[in-house]
């Protein structure tokens, strides 16, 4: 198999998708003749023209709205917004119209798009580039919130997303893109999205996160392992809604022991969920109080001060030790 970036895993996805099925659009920003800001479609519109991969102007939410209705209609878009920080644009088309209209419509129609966007820092990049508000899509009714972690999950999920009957929300950590290689099948894979993946087997405390905090997490845990002689279970959730409860839970009861960790800011943050569902399923399993290590409740700062704002793996330790040295 062959060795790729999260660039190349998801560019490989779009292309065989396309070429798979010809109601698959990609649309955006630059995502043409560019190949996209970071060039995840790159070469795709030499290959499949102007007809199948648009540029757009820069107006998300016509960019949304365009693909709600190319949704509607029988198309299965794939729509690029550059930032994150920049589809509060489209909030409205995403929230009210693609979120709502299976609903609406008592199921008369469904809106099977991919809304795909670049989310989290360590890039040192501007403002309003670098937020991870996957809660705002989590926490709405209608809309899948899928976010991967690495090269070959990438691939696996975002093809499940485009071959899925509802609005499927893809973010893609910035700092991942070109992080790291994996070996990533030229075959057809997929990933069901809803499901979580145990990718650290361990019986001492259980690590939960996704996204671009996995790289320190696994860090953490080889760490703990080696210094500490503790164990540590990794649980990577790749789908924040519809959200598996299921292996994050049993994986407590196991362990007896928890700490939760992602780089959004903390207050409502998706680990305020998990560990209602921990409390809810796994109660009487806890050894000790739930840890959490977020991004904190503040904008996050620009260029070198953002490091301060990320969880590492030296806080993802100090917290699993806290945790393990505290009687529930």
């Known amino acids: 198999m062959a060795k790729m970036t999260m660039v190349q895993a998801l ?34 519109v030499d290959q499949f023209g102007e007809q199948r991969v648009l540029d757009t102007p820069l107006a998300e939410a016509g960019i949304v709205g365009m693909s709600i209705g190319m949704a509607a209609f029988g198309l299965r878009p794939v729509c690029e917004i550059q930032f994150s920080g920049f589809s509060y644009q489209a909030f409205h088309q995403t929230e009210n119209h693609a979120a709502r209209l299976r609903w609406r419509s008592q199921g008369r129609f469904s809106v099977p798009m991919v809304l795909r966007m670049p ?34 999950n990438a691939r696996a999920l975002l093809v499940s997303a485009i071959r899925d009957p509802d609005p499927v929300v893809f973010y893609e950590s910035k700092a991942l893109y ?14 069901p999205i ?3 993946q145990i990718v650290r087997e361990g019986s001492d405390i259980t690590l939960v996160s996704y996204g671009s905090m996995m790289r320190p997490t696994l860090e ?28 994050f ?46 991004g904190f409740d503040v904008v996050i700062p620009l260029f070198s001060r953002e490091s301060h704002y990320i969880p590492n793996a030296q806080r993802i330790v100090r917290a699993a030790r806290n945790v393990l040295k505290t009687a529930a």
Do not use: C, W
């Not at 820092?121 to 690495?150: C, D, F, N, Q, W």
């Not at 070109?178 to 990933?191: D, H, I, L, N, Q």
């Open 11 to 44: 560019n490989l996805a779009l292309k065989q998708e396309m070429e798979k099925d010809d109601r698959v659009i990609v649309l955006g920003e630059d995502v043409g003749q560019d190949g996209g800001v970071f060039r995840v479609t790159e070469g795709l």
């Open 119 to 152: 989310y989290s820092g360590g890039v040192r990049a501007l403002e309003h580039h670098s937020e991870s508000r996957e809660v705002y899509y989590a926490h709405t009714p209608g809309l899948k919130m899928v976010i991967p972690s690495g090269p070959r």
């Open 178 to 191: 070109r992080a790291f290689r994996e070996e990533v099948p030229e075959e057809e894979e997929t990933f």
């Open 194 to 196: 809803g499901k979580s």
């Open 220 to 247: 953490a845990a080889e760490i703990l392992k080696e210094k500490e002689t503790v164990d540590a279970e990794v649980v990577d959730l790749l789908t924040l809604s519809p959200l598996d409860d299921s292996l």
């Open 249 to 294: 839970t049993e994986s407590v009861r196991k362990t007896g022991r928890a700490v939760i960790i992602h780089e959004a800011p903390r207050s409502y943050g998706p680990g305020a969920e998990i560990v209602s569902k921990l409390v809810d399923k796994s109660f009487y399993y806890l050894e000790a109080p739930i840890g959490r290590v977020t």
